[in-house]
């Protein structure tokens, strides 16, 4: 399967949704291994913003994105708070029910379906409008 590589604008947003999310699916620091570089990176870059976003990092965090989207992996807890990334054989993506509304030429409309939990790239409200203030001017 063809994955794509998000650019760096969408990368930053996708990871930023993640880790705003109350119940994410994953921490930081098994996303930094995900990613195969270090927790303080992955802080540094996608929370603090303080080191700009490289190309490998670019490719790597879009690549975490899609094993985590797809179901690909999953996070294991055990006793004493030791956490761990697993891989499965058979992706098995995460649905939840979801309503929502959404932007239209037409005016706001009520969206209603089963989709994947970890799929973050449709946009929310604030984000749909903003992109549609930007387009006006």
Known sequence: MQETVYSKKEVM?????????????????????LCG???TVIRDVFLRKT?????????????????LRNGETIQKRFRF?????????EP???LRRETRLVFT???FKVHSA??????YSILR?????????????
């Open 114 to 119: 089963v989709r994947n939990k970890y799929d």
């Open 125 to 137: 409200l604030d984000e749909q409008m903003e992109r549609n203030n930007v387009r006006r001017t």
């Open 105 to 107: 030429p037409d005016g």
């Open 92 to 94: 098995k993506p995460e």
């Open 81 to 89: 708070g030791r956490e761990e990334i697993e891989f499965r054989k």
């Open 13 to 33: 947003r996708l990871v930023a949704r993640i880790f705003s999310d109350p119940n994410p699916g994953i921490t930081v620091n098994l996303f930094a291994d």
């Open 51 to 67: 080191l700009p976003l490289s190309a490998r990092l670019q490719y790597r965090a879009s690549k975490a994105y899609h094993a």
């Open 37 to 39: 570089v270090s927790n």
